[in-house]
């Protein structure tokens, strides 16, 4: 859920509460797991009282989003017409946000969620970073990106690669360079050529 | 875990009761989820003991990632050399071990709990699909895959498309045709024109 979205709601805002309640939610997804990071556990590491909590989340799994949720900032690559170097940009900051002890705690409970619940995509998924790798690739010089390939395809790539990154053991152990999965996309987007 | 490695352990084996534990596992998953699925469930499920359960598996994840896991032969996928057949019956048969509901109520919980013990792959991932993909590429005929390109570095890239597909819900919407996926993985295959 993004800042905007929940504003959008018109609940009532107090920033200092709410960042108190996303730092401790973090904090405790990197100590505890995601299990062990109650509405009650939130409310004891930031001395807010439960209801407080609950005024501004309807359950820990929204709290969870939220305080994971990299928001649109924190992917956000301005395009330089330097399309490998955009493009490990845009795939470094993606990572980087999905990373962090807390969002590691968070991406496959949350999946799994929303899986069994048929419902939404997992946290920091949804946030459009997808419009913005179109910009990078529309900022792209004429000739590197195939015009007859649908960016949105490559998109999905991209987000396997960053989510096996990040939740697939045979994949992490790897340890493959991020400029590895960077040539991949490259590779993908090139014409084709007239042969 | 495959049944040689189980049988490699030396534990003592009936295949019926090993096939009626691992069935009415699935049928749990299907219904009530990875959350109901507890040895308990599954005993009562299938009338046997909990403790015939327990000889055979430690935990229920053991349990449930044998009960969901392929095994190699359900993506056995033999190579006939003409590399976009292969390639779509590849990731058609993972899809296909991937989709069944009780694989799909056990994938991300899985993950999740590997994730958090720092350990295990996930089911059915680590299950050595990558030498069979491996094959597949070196049974291509002469010129269609690039020399230059690391087959595991392919592979990674396959193991996304598979994943976002099933686990993630703005690739699931999407409902793009396999081919697709296909496409994207041939086009990373070719070789780079000598310019």
Avoid: C, K, N
Avoid at 8 to 36: C, K, Q, V, W
Avoid at 142 to 150: K, M, N, P, Q, S
Avoid at 152 to 170: N, Q
């Amino acid at each position: 859920m993004t800042e905007t979205a929940r504003r959008g709601r018109g609940r009532p805002r107090d920033g200092s509460i709410d960042e108190r309640a996303l730092a401790a939610t973090r904090d405790l997804l990197a100590r505890r797991g995601f299990e062990g990071t109650t509405i009650q556990a939130v409310a004891h590491q930031s001395g807010l009282h439960a209801s407080a909590i609950y005024r501004r989340w309807p359950s820990r799994v929204e709290l969870i989003e939220d305080a994971v949720s990299p928001g649109v900032e924190a992917v956000q690559v301005t395009p330089t017409g330097d399309l490998r170097r955009d493009l490990e940009r845009f795939v470094r900051a993606y990572l980087r946000v999905l990373s962090t002890p807390a969002a590691r705690a968070a991406a496959a409970p949350l999946m799994a969620l929303h899986q069994s619940a048929g419902g939404r995509g997992p946290a920091g998924i949804r946030h459009s970073t997808r419009p913005q790798f179109r910009a990078i690739l529309a900022a792209a010089p004429a000739g590197t990106v195939d015009a007859a390939i649908d960016p949105d395809d490559v998109f999905d790539v991209v987000l396997g690669l960053v989510l096996t990154r990040i939740l697939v053991d045979p994949v992490i152990s790897r340890r493959r360079p991020v400029s590895h999965s960077v040539d991949m996309v490259l590779r993908l987007l090139r014409p084709l050529p007239t042969a």
